[in-house]
T-cell receptor
Framework: GAGVSQSPRYKVAKRGQDVALRCDPI?????LFWYQQALGQGPEFLTY????????KSGLPSDRFFAERPEGSVSTLKIQRTQQEDSAVYLC???????????????FGDGTRLSIL | AQSVTQLGSHVSVSEGALVLLRCNYS??????LFWYVQYPNQGLQLLLK??????LVKGINGFEAEFKKSETSFHLTKPSAHMSDAAEYFC?????????????FGKGTLLTVNP
């Protein structure tokens, strides 16, 4: 497709369950980002990939959060033993740029709304 | 810590009136600056970006923003609001330095447009 695709759009899970969120970036985009958007807040950075390499995971809230992009394209964000505070919209973005000095914009998917009961 | 401040979590205007959404950043070095719009249950759509080529940046849907270094501001404006402009607007920055790939967002401003 032409844009960033995320699935599922909505996910409801019981506390303690594991969840996996998928992101399919724009074809050819080198950089991929995950953000967490709590209700009424702006998105907050979670992690960054350049191709298959995870270069920054400083925003992941705990070791229950894990992200991968094994072939440098599709990425999965996994949350283990979910807790209620994990409820949020998880946004994926991709960017063409490899070069940090450019101001290439990030293109966002529609997000996955995660609700933990 | 570097931050982005959006003054006013909620702005309400009448259709046809001027829209002004405020954004201030904290940095001694001008960062890359962006405005995104988010419609309900959707992701973020880029409105415009500051490229340092011109201080007045024109974006989509009639929006523009002016970069003012002396005020560390990048306010978003539109001369005449339309009902379809009702959405949440986020200012975002990318700072220079080691982690300049990540976006730092403001908390957003919800724009409502009254008929």
């Amino acid at each position: 497709g032409a844009g960033v695709s995320q699935s599922p759009r909505y996910k409801v899970a019981k506390r303690g369950q594991d969840v996996a969120l998928r992101c399919d970036p724009i074809s050819g985009h080198v950089s991929l980002f995950w953000y967490q958007q709590a209700l009424g807040q702006g998105p907050e950075f979670l992690t960054y990939f350049q191709n298959e390499a995870q270069l920054d995971k400083s925003g992941l809230p705990s070791d229950r959060f894990f992200a991968e992009r094994p072939e440098g394209s599709v990425s999965t964000l996994k949350i283990q033993r979910t807790q209620q505070e994990d409820s949020a919209v998880y946004l994926c973005a991709s960017s063409l740029a490899r070069d940090r000095s450019t101001n290439q914009p990030q293109h966002f998917g529609d997000g996955t709304r995660l609700s933990i009961l | 810590a570097q931050s982005v401040t959006q003054l006013g979590s909620h702005v309400s205007v009448s259709e046809g009136a001027l829209v002004l959404l405020r954004c201030n950043y904290s940095s001694s070095v001008p960062p890359y600056l962006f405005w995104y719009v988010q419609y309900p249950n959707q992701g973020l759509q880029l409105l415009l970006k500051y490229t340092s080529a011109a201080t007045l940046v024109k974006g989509i849907n009639g929006f523009e923003a002016e970069f003012k270094k002396s005020e560390t501001s990048f306010h978003l404006t539109k001369p005449s609001a339309h009902m379809s402009d009702a959405a949440e607007y986020f200012c975002a920055v990318r700072y220079s330095g080691g982690s300049n790939y990540k976006l730092t967002f403001g908390k957003g401003t919800l724009l409502t447009v009254n008929p």
